[in-house]
């Protein structure tokens, strides 16, 4: 496939997510409170999030191998790339083993149930399903490392569609129990953890059936190139962690500073501002695989190309975003509140600038995290939100929920000025030409085939 259509492909794979998520919280909310009510529900939450956090013990190197084998594979070297694979693979196996060893051990040898204050489900209900989520966790950490190859050789699009496929066959494995026999906690996290495994393991062979020459095993992993991949990895683990900052922190901050009506009213004008961010993020990791490739074979005038159209293409769509919010978003915002909180507009139309601002730098961030060189990136954007917690806390007593608001707006500009300069400069263009393409509509339509 070119450039264009694979492209195309992956675009709409990856923006059938948001729409799957959105689907998926439209049925299983009214479906679970009519099974088992706010309270069962409520525990279930509970029980469903702990687990999560394992998700976590890739520590970032599912990613970084993608790229890694992206660019081996572009500069035709795919004894490397299966090296990074199969690298990668026994250490998240290895991890998640471990992982999963103490999680157990923790459930089992802890009072557990009293901890999270679990009522309506017994002790013995309670460690099971938590033991259930956890193999749901970790199985989907290989999932993610299936990803990597999916990536590595023009297959994104294909693999999008297999996780998304997979995620429709476990809620509804979830979700039809649930409404035809009233199943108990148990049963629901066991089909989400059997279905989870069976589809992995399908998601196996069809990358072994459209990519041969990937296969597990570990006769080709090697110490030195877990070595190579780790400061990458780690520094991977700086995005995650920053966008806690910025969300939960701020959200901690307005409600230390201004009150929890602060925190009601502000969070859902920040969710409202943020409405274009599914489609830009489907948009960069699109093309995410495909700078790799380009940065792998050294192909610098196609890298430029897909930077400069994907940064255009997310500041037009996040301007007539933000353009139709400012119009809209106040009504929007009293429905969906149900006129319980009132909207601060100036904040609020601050809030949208944010979303301009952060648009472009988080686009243009996918240069540097394709090549594997985003440490100073992750440093810069860990810093930054960092420092608009301190900006904002300084603001937040003279101008409220303002503050807040221009202290993520400032943080964003300066992220815009550090990012697209460097991706410029990894990509040997030049600054100015890259902010005039920005307004250069002759060339949006234009990507050159490979």
Same mark, same amino acid.
């Given at each position: 496939?070119?450039?264009?259509?694979?492209?195309?492909?992956?675009?709409?794979?990856?923006?059938?997510?948001?729409?799957?998520?959105?689907?998926?919280?439209?049925?299983?909310?009214?479906?679970?409170?009519?099974?088992?009510?706010?309270?069962?529900?409520?525990?279930?939450?509970?029980?469903?999030?702990?687990?999560?956090?394992?998700?976590?013990?890739?520590?970032?190197?599912?990613?970084?191998?993608?790229?890694?084998?992206?660019?081996?594979?572009?500069?035709?070297?795919?004894?490397?790339?299966?090296?990074?694979?199969?690298?990668?693979?026994?250490?998240?196996?290895?991890?998640?083993?471990?992982?999963?060893?103490?999680?157990?051990?923790?459930?089992?040898?802890?009072?557990?149930?009293?901890?999270?204050?679990?009522?309506?489900?017994?002790?013995?209900?309670?460690?099971?399903?938590?033991?259930?989520?956890?193999?749901?966790?970790?199985?989907?950490?290989?999932?993610?490392?299936?990803?990597?190859?999916?990536?590595?050789?023009?297959?994104?699009?294909?693999? =999008? &569609?297999?996780? +998304?496929? #997979? $995620?429709? *066959?476990?809620?509804? !494995?979830?979700?039809?129990?649930?409404?035809?026999?009233? %199943?108990?906690?148990?049963?629901?996290?066991?089909?989400?953890?059997?279905?989870?495994?069976?589809?992995?393991?399908?998601?196996?062979?069809?990358?072994?059936?459209?990519?041969?020459?990937?296969?597990?095993?570990?006769?080709?992993?090697?110490?030195?190139?877990?070595?190579?991949?780790?400061?990458?990895?780690?520094?991977?683990?700086?995005?995650?962690?920053?966008?806690?900052?910025?969300?939960?922190?701020?959200?901690?901050?307005?409600?230390?500073?201004?009150?929890?009506?602060? =925190? &009601?009213?502000? +969070?859902? #004008? $920040?969710? *409202?501002?943020?409405? !274009?961010?599914?489609?830009?993020?489907?948009?960069?990791? %699109?093309?995410?695989?495909?700078?790799?490739?380009?940065?792998?074979?050294?192909?610098?005038?196609?890298?430029?190309?897909?930077?400069?159209?994907?940064?255009?293409?997310?500041?037009?769509?996040?301007?007539?975003?933000?353009?139709?919010?400012?119009?809209?978003?106040?009504?929007?915002?009293?429905?969906?509140?149900?006129?319980?909180?009132?909207?601060?507009?100036?904040?609020?139309?601050?809030?949208?600038?944010?979303?301009?601002?952060?648009?472009?730098?988080?686009?243009?961030?996918?240069?540097?995290?394709?090549?594997?060189?985003?440490?100073?990136?992750?440093?810069?954007?860990?810093?930054?939100?960092?420092?608009?917690?301190?900006?904002?806390?300084?603001?937040?007593?003279?101008?409220?929920?303002?503050?807040?608001?221009?202290?993520?707006?400032?943080?964003?500009?300066?992220?815009?000025?550090?990012?697209?300069?460097?991706?410029?400069?990894?990509?040997?263009?030049?600054?100015?030409?890259?902010?005039?393409?920005?307004?250069?509509?002759?060339?949006?339509?234009?990507?050159?085939?490979?």
């Amino acid at each position: 496939m070119s450039v264009r259509t694979r492209l195309m492909t992956g675009v709409s794979a990856t923006a059938l997510g948001p729409f799957i998520t959105a689907l998926v919280q439209l049925i299983s909310v009214p479906a679970f409170l009519r099974a088992w009510g706010p309270h069962l529900y409520g525990e279930w939450l509970i029980l469903s999030a702990v687990p999560t956090y394992l998700s976590m013990t890739d520590m970032g190197f599912g990613s970084v191998a993608g790229n890694d084998m992206a660019m081996r594979v572009a500069s035709s070297d795919r004894d490397g790339a299966l090296e990074t694979f199969q690298s990668t693979w026994l250490l998240v196996t290895v991890l998640s083993a471990a992982a999963g060893a103490i999680a157990c051990g923790i459930i089992y040898t802890t009072p557990v149930q009293e901890w999270l204050r679990i009522t309506s489900v017994d002790s013995f209900e309670t460690r099971l399903v938590l033991v259930l989520l956890s193999i749901y966790s970790l199985v989907s950490l290989q999932s993610s490392t299936l990803m990597s190859a999916f990536r590595s050789d023009g297959q994104y699009a294909l693999g =999008v &569609a297999g996780v +998304n496929a #997979m $995620r429709i *066959l476990e809620n509804a !494995a979830m979700l039809l129990p649930l409404l035809l026999l009233r %199943a108990r906690p148990i049963h629901v996290a066991m089909a989400a953890a059997s279905v989870r495994t069976v589809a992995t393991g399908a998601l196996y062979l069809v990358l072994r059936r459209k990519l041969p020459w990937i296969r597990l095993g570990v006769a080709r992993a090697s110490r030195e190139r877990i070595k190579e991949l780790t400061r990458p990895a780690i520094a991977f683990m700086a995005f995650p962690a920053g966008n806690a900052l910025s969300i939960q922190g701020m959200t901690l901050l307005i409600g230390l500073a201004l009150g929890p009506v602060a =925190v &009601a009213t502000f +969070n859902p #004008m $920040r969710t *409202l501002s943020r409405f !274009a961010y599914q489609i830009i993020d489907s948009i960069k990791n %699109a093309v995410w695989p495909e700078l790799s490739a380009a940065y792998g074979s050294q192909n610098w005038p196609l890298a430029r190309k897909l930077h400069r159209t994907c940064c255009q293409v997310a500041f037009w769509l996040s301007l007539s975003a933000v353009i139709g919010l400012a119009v809209a978003g106040p009504a929007i915002f009293r429905i969906w509140t149900h006129h319980r909180v009132v909207m601060d507009a100036p904040c609020f139309y601050v809030l949208l600038v944010v979303v301009i601002a952060s648009s472009l730098w988080n686009t243009s961030s996918a240069v540097s995290i394709a090549a594997n060189l985003h440490e100073r990136l992750a440093v810069q954007y860990l810093a930054g939100t960092s420092a608009s917690l301190v900006l904002a806390a300084v603001l937040m007593p003279h101008l409220q929920m303002l503050g807040a608001a221009l202290a993520l707006l400032a943080v964003d500009v300066w992220m815009d000025c550090f990012v697209i300069r460097g991706s410029n400069s990894l990509l040997r263009d030049d600054n100015t030409d890259f902010l005039w393409s920005m307004f250069s509509f002759s060339k949006l339509r234009v990507l050159v085939a490979r």
